[in-house]
C-alpha cells in the first residue's frame, strides 16, 4: 500500500471520531506493511485526555516487545505528548497527514532519530481547519492551550 | 502535605499495582495542595503499553481547561512519553521519589521549564531495584527495551 492508502485510513478512523462527537485526529499503525492497528481521539468520548489518536492507536495495539518494524500514520502533526511516545517506544518511521493546524513537534522527532514524512494532506487539512473553525474550545483543551 | 506524605501515596499507588500483578510505579496529582488523582502503571493488568504510572494518573484525572495549579509526585522518573505529557499538559511541577534504577528526563523536564524534584527516596529505589531484579523482561518491555 503507498502512503496515501495508509494515510486515508487513518483519515477514515479521525471521521469515526467526528461522528463520535470527538476531535477528528486519526492514526494507523503498520508493521512489516500491514495494518496493525487503528486509533483515535477519544478525548471527548471517553473523557480521557490522554486519549490522542496516536495514543489510543498504541493502546489498540497492545502490549508488544518491539515497534522496530513499525510505521505510524497520522492525520495530524503529533503533540508533544505523542512525539515522546514515538520516541519512548523507537517507533522508528511517522508520516504526518498535516501541519498546518498544528505544527506539532517534527523538528523534535527527527532530532531524536525519527524519520518523518509530512504528507500536507488537502483531505486531512480541510477536516481539521474546519473542525477548529466550529469547536475552538475543544481544540484548546486538547492542546492544553488556556 | 509535605513532599514525603504525598510520595508516600504515590508509593501506596505503586504497591497497589505489584499487588495486582503489574509493576510498581505509582503518581498523583496534586492541585492547590490537595490530592485529586491517583494511578498506578497497568500496562500489564489492562495490556496497554501507554498505560504507565503518569498516565494513569492523567486518566483518572479527567478532562480539565488547565494543570497550571497542579504538581504531578511519581515513584520514577518519568520516560520521555510521561515527560512529554507533562510537558504537552504544561504541569509545572514534578516531583520524583527515585532516579537510580532508571534515569529518565530529568534535564529534558528542566530545559522546557518543569520544576524538578528529585527526592532520592528510599523507599522508592528498593521496590523498584527488587522489582527489576526479580522481573527484567517486564521491565525491559516497559521501558521498550529489546
Known amino acids: 500500500m ?39 481521539n477519544k478525548r471527548i468520548q471517553d473523557g480521557n485526555p490522554v486519549a490522542h489518536g496516536e495514543m489510543d492507536c498504541l493502546t489498540n495495539a497492545g502490549r508488544r516487545a518491539s515497534y522496530r518494524n513499525t510505521v505510524m500514520y497520522t492525520t495530524l502533526s503529533p503533540c508533544m505528548m505523542c512525539s515522546g511516545t514515538i520516541i519512548q517506544f523507537k517507533i522508528p518511521e511517522v508520516v504526518i497527514g498535516e501541519a498546518e493546524n498544528f505544527d506539532g513537534n517534527i523538528a523534535f522527532l527527527e532530532n531524536n532519530g525519527v524519520k518523518v514524512t509530512l504528507m500536507n494532506d488537502p483531505n486531512c487539512i480541510k477536516m481539521m481547519k474546519e473542525f477548529i473553525e466550529e469547536n475552538p474550545t475543544l481544540w484548546n483543551e486538547d492542546i492544553a492551550e488556556d
Not at 486519526?26 to 495494518?35: F, M, R
Open 2 to 40: 503507498s502512503h496515501q492508502e495508509f494515510m486515508d485510513q487513518a483519515h477514515a478512523e479521525a471521521m469515526k471520531g467526528l461522528a463520535e462527537g470527538g476531535l477528528p485526529i486519526g492514526a494507523v499503525l503498520i508493521e512489516n506493511g500491514k495494518v496493525v492497528a487503528r486509533g483515535h
